[in-house]
């Protein structure tokens, strides 16, 4: 038996909501579902609103099969040593995995792109993901794209007041901007990479979406593009965020909310020099391990 988040739902419904956890990719598939009186308990692979904490048990390994990330149709390997045998083992591992892809190398360089090498299955980077009913074109070439995030973009719509002014700083393929979209009132969605502004134009058409305004631009200048008095303002570049904290907070009115997400090896550290700045740290949470000495953060802050 391991412990596990999961959502509580009726029997008679259960099977649809399974279904849709599927899809959008946050069904823990590592443990079996539990009946409870009249209730399913579905499990799912991060905290999110109404979860609650159960027991179950843990399905079945398939011999063999290696970690990985799934996006969309695209399976990452996440383990290096997994080889051409252990890509094969994942692309029949489920029909909608279409390709096995090995990263070459980190994130890197100033537009965050990764290469990768073709292990099995189709020779493509670019899939459609789903998320909470939302469409995205993902080129994993052209931009880089975390699914573990889907909680935070959830969590983070779920703090907002309807009609907000939001900004996201580091917007990527759009997957903040877009979610966040469902209630502000306007969200700008800046990114320094053409590929992925290219493709998060592409998702606020495929989700019909009329209040985001792509922007190609450099972060550190938009306090000199942008009026001020931003509602809200998401950072979510892991590895650099910290660094661009000056210009989010000259951009953001005074009580507004900054969600900045950063990779940190001691906690408590980074909080320390975010308390240096105009800003009150309102919460800190471990999103996910990124290594056994790092984690991804996120820094709830208020502006003074």
């Known amino acids: 038996m391991r412990e596990g988040w999961c959502l509580r739902v009726p029997k008679a419904g259960g099977e649809r909501r399974r279904l849709r956890l599927l899809r959008e990719g946050l069904l823990d598939g590592t443990l079996l579902l539990r009946r409870e009186g009249d209730d399913l308990l579905l499990p799912v692979k991060e905290p999110c609103e109404g979860c609650e904490r159960a027991l179950f048990e843990e399905t079945p390994s398939r011999p063999g099969l290696p970690r990985h990330d799934l996006i969309g149709g695209i399976a990452v390997l996440l383990e290096p040593g997994a080889g051409a045998d252990g890509a094969e083992l994942l692309l029949g591992s489920r029909p909608s995995i279409h390709t096995v892809l090995a990263p070459e190398g980190p994130v890197e360089g100033e537009f965050r792109t990764r290469r990768f090498t073709v292990l099995a299955g189709k020779p493509t980077t670019r899939t459609r993901y789903t998320e909470y009913g939302l469409r995205f074109e993902i080129d994993l070439s052209l931009a880089y794209f975390s699914p573990r995030l889907s909680s935070e973009r959830q969590r983070a719509l779920g703090l907002m007041e309807d009609g907000e002014r939001v900004l996201d700083m580091f917007a990527g393929v759009g997957p903040f901007a877009i979610t966040l979209a469902a209630k502000a009132g306007v969200v700008y969605a800046a990114d320094i990479n053409p590929g992925a502004v290219g493709l998060m134009m592409e998702n606020i058409s495929l989700n019909r979406v009329g209040n985001v305004l792509p922007l190609l631009a450099d972060a550190a200048r938009l306090p000199g593009i942008l009026p001020g ?55 800190e949470r471990v999103v996910h391990t990124y290594s056994p000495a790092e984690w991804l953060a996120v820094f709830d802050l208020e502006t003074g």
Do not use: Q, W
């Open 229 to 283: 008095g931003f509602d809200r303002v998401v950072m979510n570049l892991p590895f650099g965020a910290a660094g661009f904290l000056d210009a989010a907070l000259a951009l953001c009115r005074p009580g507004g909310t900054i969600h900045l997400y950063a990779m940190v090896g001691e906690e408590g550290a980074l909080a320390s020099v975010i308390r240096e700045k105009s800003c009150r740290v309102l919460g």
